[in-house]
């Protein structure tokens, strides 16, 4: 298969985490033949100081004519800290969802079993997780309209959402809960707010066409907690922009770590992946920060273009990794000197040699990994 991936690194450690990504799918496209063609341009910060535009055009007409993008992270802390600022990295991102029509976002969250002690949660509890969270990408309080009075003194944001808005990504969590544990769970406000009323109606409506697959609801205040009490009670989770940038947020902490969860965000024509992390850019070019995240998106982006088996490679070179303990030090607690692209170097052998890749640690530290 023959791919043009638009790379978009962005701020912070999203080049480094984003470099391993692409190791693997070079590695993936010489182990299968597949032609896999990389373009690099810049959004967030870094293209705010390069070219005064959160997302330039050139970025955007690059992802146009792309298969599909492998995006990093975006975020600078001097903008985080100036409430003045008229132009912010996240607008880039925002706008990228909303010209691309990429309405839905798909997190897997799964707890892995060498690294159960990881989580603040007990094992009993977490044990067997496995939730895909559909969260709706392009409507809600995000893209409403926003206003702040003259003197600065009242501010408003505006949910709104259609009912082709709710439709369209209720069809695609209904339908990845038939090719799962047949249950869907919407997570809303329904007793507070309008706009989840007619969530509730309409994914209620949509159901019908589903009578295999389980319907129940959850108030977003007691989702949160059930996600701690009893994470393994879900199967799929839809819900609007900012529940579920919240919900996923929180389900992190189930595979101790958040530089573990990958993302897909698709739609009708476009599709991007990353992962869920922030730009932590108190980690930038340390060498510390977790790229399987990054390398789980790439094998999302696999799976989108019905590419299993190479997807497969991925997830369980990562799995290798986890067991090895070749991960870097947010969940290494017995050798903390493996950096980024050294996960990404082990990634890389699995996949050419998937029967015999270990780990010679003393090589690995000096940036060479080994096949044994």
């Not at 450690?13 to 896999?36: C, D, R, W």
């Not at 690099?40 to 535009?53: C, F, L, M, Q, R």
């Not at 010209?99 to 989580?119: F, H, M, Q």
């Not at 159901?207 to 108030?219: G, I, K, S």
């Amino acid at each position: 298969m023959k791919l043009n991936i638009a790379i978009l690194p962005g701020d912070g450690i999203g080049p480094e985490v984003t470099n391993q990504a692409i190791k693997a799918l070079k590695a993936i496209a010489s182990e299968f033949n597949h032609n896999f063609k990389f373009t690099t341009a810049d959004v967030g910060a870094v293209a705010i100081d390069k070219h005064n535009d959160a997302l330039p055009e050139k970025t955007l007409e690059l992802c146009k004519k792309s298969d599909a993008i492998l995006f990093g992270a975006i975020g600078d802390p001097k903008y985080d800290n100036d409430p003045s600022a008229k132009v912010r990295p996240e607008q880039g991102l925002l706008k990228l969802r909303k010209e691309l029509g990429l309405y839905a976002n798909i997190r897997p969250v799964k707890a892995y079993k060498t690294l159960l002690d990881k989580s603040p949660l007990k094992k009993h509890i977490i044990q067997g997780t496995d939730i895909s969270i559909y969260r709706e990408l392009t409507g809600g309080i995000y893209f409403g309209e926003k206003h702040t009075s003259e003197d600065g003194n009242y501010a408003s944001d505006l949910c709104g959402y259609s009912r082709e808005e709710i439709e369209r990504i209720a069809h695609l969590a209904f339908v990845a809960a038939e090719n799962r544990s047949h249950k869907v769970t919407l997570v809303d406000k329904a007793n507070v707010l309008e706009t989840s009323r007619l969530w509730r109606k309409v994914v209620k409506e949509v159901a019908e066409q589903y009578p295999d697959v389980t319907l129940d609801f959850l108030f977003v205040d007691n989702a949160a907690m059930q996600m701690i009490l009893n994470p393994k009670q879900f199967d799929v989770i839809l819900t609007e922009n900012m529940f579920g940038d919240i919900i996923s947020d929180e389900a992190s902490v189930i595979g101790g770590s958040i530089g573990l969860l990958a993302s897909a965000s698709v739609g009708d024509k476009y599709a991007m992946f990353e992962p869920i992390h922030g730009s932590y850019p108190q980690a930038a070019d340390k060498g510390i920060a977790n790229p399987i995240a990054s390398i789980l998106s790439a094998a999302m982006l696999l799976s989108h273009f019905e590419l299993h088996n190479e997807a497969e490679l991925i997830r369980l070179a990562v799995e290798k990794s986890l067991k090895l303990n070749i991960t870097t030090p947010d969940i290494n607690s017995v050798v903390n000197t493996v950096t980024t692209s050294n996960v990404g170097d082990f990634i890389e052998d699995f996949i050419y040699n998937p029967k015999d890749t270990n780990l010679n640690f003393k090589n690995i530290h000096l940036g060479q990994s080994t096949i044994i």
